[in-house]
């Protein structure tokens, strides 16, 4: 928390907790999880929202939200303990979710979204108090909500609470009391939230990922830097709409948004997306701090979440550097969690998007077996829909991949066939970057169309600039051709864009081939051994780091790595390699074989 500027703000404090939560935990530790989550999904989370509560955190099996509205706090509370009646009819009484509710009003700090403070430390010490079932409120909630709710809370005389100096007022609702309430007493919010709120009408999920990036929360306390944290979101919004495989909602439709309390439940159901993008922007004497976190909406669970500082001097350089860094590093985010979705479905209810989904994993195992079942897997989504084109590259890329490992049946014919699919992909889609850079890579491993596949990832970046696959191949391909110094920029801006991408390990074999080219045997030893450690089976990268050992004299640590290399792939020789590996400069391939040659690599 910056020393320098306190932010601060008077707000309704609701805390409450799960009575028993170890008890049930040790009787039926899963189901008691589930139960839990459950209620939060189906019950809790809508009737938040429909009190205009925002929730801070949740921390086990507790909860703290904020309200704007005492009123609304306690009104939420009694919703909240009127409906587990409902829900825990028929529940074993051993098994049941019963609350705890305090409730307080006061001043709080706030800090990349949490709250602090002695306003907060209260409402947790009388959700302490409270009875199972019941709520428990502060005098000061007392006295706000005293003309407007006429809840007949107790007076529970003053109570010496731990870490707060004077003793607290405490008035206090039993379960029994709230039970007893007739309906007229209750604000037209309690009654229709107190039962799980009718589900909306659902707008169907599209074909492919779909996003919803939200007004980011200005914490700045100063509205002077509402354009800012505006222009980030716009930003982001138009870099992920050129991304062709992400469904990105409208800027229109996401500030709809601006300024209201929604959980991100509320916002898949009426938008129809699968995931959404929130963060937030908060200055503190010339520093600016930006985080975000992607999730996904039905389940709630985060994908991603990162944070950026910068000087408010560079607001405009630091906009694009945050632009940059979330779009790099949510279409991988994105694509893991797509994956895990499609896996879960059933085999007879894939469609061919789930089909290449399911393909992705099988081709990134990198084994003959796994690229073997994804040409399978892609065969039924090319069926399903002939025009596919994001289907007809990968199979071209899995085509491309086999032939070099001599894994391919018929060579010739794989060969011929992963051009067809690869320039049949660019003809049904040329403005899709994924399409385009899946095709270069195939003409480019093939040694069919160098310069076409330089062409191919220079359109995939200018559709979109941040994609780190396109960057890596780019900077792998101009290695090869003698332009180490130029591939070795492209590839620390993949490095840059995407630290904890999947297929790092491919960049980092990039890298390693560039120094390597450029006869930088440490540097290059260096980052195939960061790659190995990721994939310790990737091929290019064990004969780039024995041809680097080499280099440097390490001879028996060279000879070693053949040997790992010769057990991947038994019949690999120096002839095998002149005509399979693709490096188009004749002085960089004699310089590479011979290297191979001093590690003990066959003829």
Known sequence: ??????????????AADVVGYSRLMGGDEVGTLNALKAVR???????????????????????????????????????????????????????RIVFRVGINVGDIIIDEGDIFGDGVNIAARLEA??????????????????????????????????????PVRAFGLTAAAIAALPEQSLPRSAISAEATP?????LALPDKPSLAVLPFQNMSGDPEQEYFADGIVEDIITALSRIKWFFVIARNSSFTYKGRPVNVQQVGRELGVRYVLEGSVR?????????????EAASGNHIWADRFDGELADVFDLQDRVTTSVVAAIEPSLRLAEIERAERKPTDKLDAYDCYLRALPLFYSLTR???????????????????????????????????????????????????????????????????????????????????????????????????????????????????????IELLRQATRLSPFDPEAFFTMSAMGCAHLMAGRFAEALEWTRRALRERPTFGPALRFHAVSLAGLGQLDAARETVSRLLQLEPNLTISVLRERVPISDPRLMASFLEGLRKAGLPE
């Open 1 to 14: 928390m910056d020393s320098e500027r306190v932010e601060r703000r008077l707000t309704a404090i609701f």
């Open 41 to 95: 999904r189906e019950f809790a989370n809508p009737v938040i929202a429909a009190h205009h509560g925002r929730v801070v955190k949740t921390t086990g099996d507790g909860i703290l939200i904020e309200f704007q509205s005492v009123v609304d706090a306690v009104a939420c509370a009694v919703a909240i303990q009127r409906g587990m009646v409902s829900r825990n009819a028929g529940v074993p009484e051993d098994k």
């Open 129 to 166: 108090i409270c009875e199972p079932g019941g709520v428990c409120i502060s005098r000061a909630a007392r006295n706000q909500i005293r003309d407007k709710l006429t809840f007949p809370f107790a007076d529970l005389g003053e109570h010496s609470v731990k870490n707060i100096a004077r």
């Open 198 to 202: 009718a589900e909306p009408k659902r």
């Open 283 to 295: 200055k503190s004497v010339g520093r600016v701090r930006i985080t975000g976190q992607l999730v």
């Open 369 to 487: 077996e796994g690229v073997s079942k994804a040409l399978e897997v892609l065969g039924r989504a090319i069926q399903i829909d002939p025009r596919f084109a994001l289907a007809k590259a990968l199979a071209a890329r899995c085509y491309a991949w086999r032939d070099p490992h001599g894994w391919a049946a018929d060579s010739e014919a794989e060969r011929a066939e992963a051009v067809r699919l690869a320039r049949g992909a660019v003809d049904i889609a040329g403005d899709d970057p994924s399409v385009l850079w899946m095709a270069g890579f195939a003409l480019w491993q093939l040694r069919v169309d160098l310069d076409g596949a330089i062409d191919l990832y220079d359109r995939a970046l200018a559709l979109n600039p941040n994609s780190t696959q396109a960057l890596a191949l780019r900077g792998w391909a101009l290695a090869t051709a003698g332009r180490a110094d130029e591939a």
